[in-house]
T-cell receptor
Framework: AQSVTQPDIHITVSEGASLELRCNYS??????LFWYVQSPGQGLQLLLK??????LVQGIKGFEAEFKRSQSSFNLRKPSVHWSDAAEYFC??????????????FGKGTHLIIQP | EPEVTQTPSHQVTQMGQEVILRCVPI?????FYWYRQILGQKVEFLVSFYNNEISEKSEIFDDQFSVERPDGSNFTLKIRSTKLEDSAMYFC?????????????FGSGTRLTVV
């Protein structure tokens, strides 16, 4: 069965510093990978996705992620964080296998704290 | 930007009572989903719905759960006899096309507390 691991429950970063959130997945087939962000009281917003092709994908709000098949990873990065980036970040893998299933399996999330 | 709307934002119910969580997906979307997130745990898939029927459901989605699209705009999740462990944030999501490569649009969630 597929699974997603986000090893960091909390990360604290200074405003203006770079950020990397880790995500590892376990899935037998070609994965479709996503990063979502959840601000307090808000729903889950799609930051970016990997489907195929270029392994470095660009998303909204200045985020990017790199798919590394050899490491089963899809880490999220941002060169310079802003206080408004403080939120919960979720990595997810699609379970789609062509047979009809299309749910997402989520990681437990990483809580990002931005300090002044 | 189009939104998925969920009501109510918070609901408190007594154990054993029935609850209906409501969602209004984006108007031209065809695929509908419910997820839940127990406090401190990961977001979990419950059910997907397409063409007026369930297309996939998880082990969590047992006989006490049901979904319905009663009027072409609303998409509801009913829990027939709530249990304490049903306390969670429930998210509705929708997608115009199969979301495996595109992702969904999520609502802001309904926080259900069973007492």
């Amino acid at each position: 069965a597929q699974s997603v691991t986000q090893p960091d429950i909390h990360i604290t970063v200074s405003e203006g510093a770079s950020l990397e959130l880790r995500c590892n997945y376990s899935y037998g087939a070609t994965p479709y990978l996503f990063w979502y962000v959840q601000s307090p009281g808000q729903g889950l917003q799609l930051l970016l996705k990997y489907f195929s092709g270029d392994t470095l994908v660009q998303g909204i709000k200045g985020f990017e992620a790199e798919f590394k098949r050899s490491q089963s990873s899809f880490n999220l990065r941002k060169p310079s964080v802003h206080w408004s980036d403080a939120a919960e970040y979720f990595c997810a893998v699609s379970t789609y296998s062509g047979g009809g299933a299309d749910g997402l399996t989520f990681g437990k999330g990483t809580h990002l704290i931005i300090q002044p | 930007e189009p939104e998925v709307t969920q009501t109510p934002s918070h609901q408190v119910t007594q154990m054993g009572q029935e609850v209906i969580l409501r969602c209004v997906p984006i108007s031209n979307h065809l695929y509908f989903y419910w997820y839940r997130q127990i406090l401190g745990q990961k977001v979990e898939f419950l059910v997907s719905f397409y063409n007026n029927e369930i297309s996939e459901k998880s082990e969590i989605f047992d006989d006490q759960f049901s979904v319905e699209r009663p009027d072409g705009s609303n998409f509801t999740l009913k829990i027939r006899s709530t249990k304490l462990e049903d306390s969670a944030m429930y998210f509705c999501a929708s997608s115009e096309i199969r979301p495996f490569a595109y992702g969904y649009t999520f609502g802001s969630g309904t926080r259900l507390t069973v007492v």
